[in-house]
């Protein structure tokens, strides 16, 4: 599963120029975009701006904030006469444009600054939520300008998997994201009255980062591609895709919460995906939460399991909501149960249990 997400871009502003473009003789600046404040102006002009200002981050690998530019339609302070309709439309489809060829030409492992809700996106995110805001705001000014649209459902997914993990899939996926956020409704479920998309976390180790898988990259793994990433020779191995497989499982349920899902464990100084790692669900009510994990062989023996399984286990034990974090691993599993002792966790299964499965625990009071 190589995507970039630029294709995905190309198809959204294509298909929006196209609906758009019959309604050019209409007066955008004084017809409001849907229930929006704004005019059909302001909103095609919010679309060309995120995605350019998206094209902005990504580019410049933005650390801590947005680069501080914008795009002007108007002609105010220059010598460019002011777009007309026909000319907004033109901004929309270059801004798109250059937007495509940044997604296309930035390597998977960039990460560049959103504000929420964890500080970055790599370019799957970023890509998502420019097809966002491209299908929604079409949207809101096919209503204002009396068009009809319905984006093509892939589109839908594509956004849906990526950018809002914890909402259940429908099967409009069109419906879905209208509903999500808060432009229609679902039968039984409740009305969206406030809502935000969420990137994939990630955290860094010495020498990894673990990135959190999203529910697209989870299905690609469980059905026996490589998610996206680069593995090194071996991997992924059979504990990974079916981590991602109870992954899907939980996201299809509309109960997967990524924070608690599962981390592919890239490599930094050659971005090759060596193992995954994550949780068996949210903590339960005791506060306590099970990890899971696994290398494929080459990376076995240079302590990267160590090394996560220590970075994770101390986020999670820094929720409040996390008391204990608890693993078990087969008694002849030896290299596991190393694992477990050097990242600090301790054996809780009785000796006399040989034939089953060895417990170990690593509570909150050791970081607190």
Request: charged share 20%; glycine share 10%; hydrophobic share 40%.
């Amino acid at each position: 599963m190589r995507i970039t997400g630029g294709e995905q871009i190309r198809q959204a502003v294509a298909d929006a120029v196209a609906v758009l473009g019959t309604a050019t003789d209409q007066d955008w600046s004084a017809t409001p975009a849907g229930s929006l404040s704004w005019s059909c102006r302001e909103t095609v002009t919010h679309v060309a701006s995120d995605l350019i200002c998206y094209a902005g981050n990504l580019a410049g690998r933005a650390r801590s904030a947005y680069v501080p530019f914008d795009i002007t339609v108007d002609g105010v302070g220059t010598s460019i006469d002011p777009a007309d309709n026909a000319g907004l439309l033109h901004v929309l489809e270059t801004t798109g444009a250059l937007f495509t060829a940044t997604l296309d030409t930035t390597p998977r492992h960039v990460r560049a600054f959103h504000p929420y809700p964890f500080r970055s996106a790599n370019r799957e995110g970023f890509a998502a939520m420019g097809v966002a805001e491209v299908l929604l705001h079409t949207h809101d000014l096919a209503l204002g300008l009396g068009l009809a649209y319905v984006p093509r459902a892939e589109l839908c997914r594509f956004v849906l998997t990526r950018i809002f993990p914890e909402v259940r899939p429908g099967t409009d996926p069109w419906q879905t994201l209208l509903w999500a956020t808060g432009r229609g409704d679902l039968p039984g479920r409740p009305r969206v009255t406030r809502w935000r998309w969420s990137n994939n976390m990630v955290l860094p180790s010495d020498r990894l980062t673990l990135e959190g898988a999203t529910p697209a990259a989870a299905a690609d793994l469980a059905a026996g591609g490589d998610g996206g990433f680069e593995w090194i020779e071996g991997g992924p191995v059979d504990g990974t895709r079916e981590g991602a497989g109870m992954l899907v499982k939980q996201y299809e349920a509309g109960t997967h919460r990524p924070e608690w899902g599962m981390y592919v464990l890239v490599r930094d100084d050659d971005h090759l995906a060596v193992g995954a790692m994550g949780f068996h669900g949210v903590p339960d009510e005791e506060g306590r939460v099970e990890i899971g994990y696994d290398l494929a062989p080459p990376a076995r023996g240079h302590g990267y399991a160590t090394e996560a399984l220590r970075t994770l286990s101390a986020w999670a034990l820094a929720r409040e909501e996390v008391r204990t974090v608890f693993a078990t691993v087969e008694p002849a599993n030896t290299p596991s149960q190393a694992v477990l002792t050097r990242a600090g966790f301790t054996r809780v299964s009785t000796p006399d249990d040989e034939d089953t499965l060895h417990a170990y625990e690593l509570r909150a009071d050791r970081y607190r």
